[in-house]
Nanobody, 120 residues
């Protein structure tokens, strides 16, 4: 199986920055993509940013120019650098892994979520 460990959430003032990390470990044969999604109270879980094995990225329109996703291939870790944070960025942020395990099973794994609160 594959496990995800997220870190980096917290309380930040508007205009501030945070960096989220998500490390994947376990029986990983290959990674197709890793990404970040967020869910605000009463809303659906939506894509924030995603990066593929070939380093192709895509972002939600609401975070373009403010958030940057990156990946450390050696550590199977994905990062989300969030700058110029706004109150509307407040949500639980979830890491998602898609790939293949060492027993050739296709996997989709979610992290436990980390809370980001943007407030003065």
């Amino acid at each position: 199986q594959v496990q995800l460990v997220e870190s980096g959430g917290g309380l930040v003032q508007p205009g501030g920055s945070l960096r989220l990390s998500c490390a994947a470990s376990g029986s990983i044969l290959s990674i197709n993509a890793m990404g970040w999604y967020r869910q605000a109270p009463g809303k659906e879980r939506d894509l924030v940013a995603r990066i593929t094995m070939s380093a192709m990225t895509n972002y939600a329109d609401s975070v373009k120019g403010r958030f940057t996703i990156s990946r450390d291939y050696a550590k199977n870790t994905v990062y989300l650098q969030m700058n110029s944070l706004k109150p509307e960025d407040t949500a639980v942020y979830y890491c998602k892994f898609t790939g293949r395990s060492t027993n050739y099973a296709d996997l989709e794994v979610w992290g436990q979520g980390t809370l980001v609160t943007v407030s003065s």
